[in-house]
C-alpha cells in the first residue's frame, strides 16, 4: 500500500483506493474543503495513462450533472498530474456490498438514483461505458449515490466496436454489455450503460455477479448468448422482477430496435 503523500495545498487523510492504474487520496485543501485526489499510479505514466485522466475532467467539467461525482480540476503537484473532485464522503457500493448484504429499501434508493443519473447522461449524449459498483459512490448517512470515474465515456450518440482480444476491451469483463464485446455487429449507445446497469441491480440485490467464470471468452459469451439465473424475492413482501430488466435478453430482438 503506497504512504500518504505531502503535496502542497492539501492535507492527505487517507488512501481510498490503490489500483493497477491510479490512486485515490481523500484530502482537505487549504481553504477547508474536503475532496478527491485522483492521480495515476505508474511512476512515469503514458502518454494514454495522461490523456485518459484529462478526458476524465474534460468530458462533464462544462455540465453541474446532478448524481455525478463533479471533476473540480486538473493540478500538477510534484510532478504529478492530480483530478481534483467532490468529496460526498461516501465509499464505492463495491466496498459497501462486499460489507454484507444491502437492506433492500437502501439497494432501491440506490437504484433510482443511478437510473435518473443514467438518464441525464443520456439527455446529453454521454455514455459512461463502465457502469460497476466501483464506479457507483454511495454516503449511507445522507443517503446519496453518484457516478464517477467518466474515464471511457464519450459525448456522441453511437460508436462502433470491433472483435478484440478480452484484454483490450474497454470497460470491466463482468458488467460489459453485448454490443462492448464488438462481436455482435451492434453500435454502443446510451444502452451499453443500461445493460451494465442491470448487472450492478443483480450484484446490488443479490450480492454475487449474474455471470462467473475465470475464463473471459466464457463471460463474453454468457453476456452474448445467456440469461442470468433469477433474484429470489425479497422477504419484506415486496415482489421484485425474477431478474433485472436491463439484462433480460430478448430473443429474436436486434438490439438495434426499440424494446
Known sequence: ??????????????????GSQSILYRAISQDGTACILKTLRA???SSAQIAGLKHEYQIIADLDLPGVIQPLHLETLQNRLFLVIEDIGGRSLKQQISKGPIPFDTA????????????????????HK????ANIIYNPNSNLAKLSDFTLATRISTETTHPLN???????????S???????????DYRTDFYSFGVTLYELFSGQLP???PDPLVLIHSHIAKAPKPIPEPTTGITQPRSPPSIAKHDGQNAEEPL
Not at 130 to 133: C, F, G, S
Request: zero cysteines.
Open 211 to 213: 455471470f462467473q467464470s
Open 178 to 188: 453485448p454490443e462492448q464485446t464488438g462481436r455482435m455487429n451492434r453500435t454502443i
Open 43 to 45: 511512476e512515469y505514466p
Open 1 to 18: 500500500m503506497p504512504l500518504l503523500p505531502h503535496l502542497p495545498g492539501y492535507q492527505t487523510t487517507e488512501i481510498i483506493h490503490a
Open 108 to 127: 432501491l434508493t440506490i437504484a433510482l438514483q443511478i437510473a435518473r443519473t443514467l438518464g441525464t447522461l443520456q439527455a446529453h449524449n454521454i455514455t
Open 166 to 176: 478480452p484484454k483490450q476491451l474497454e470497460g470491466t469483463l463482468a458488467y460489459l
Open 130 to 133: 463502465d457502469i460497476k459498483p
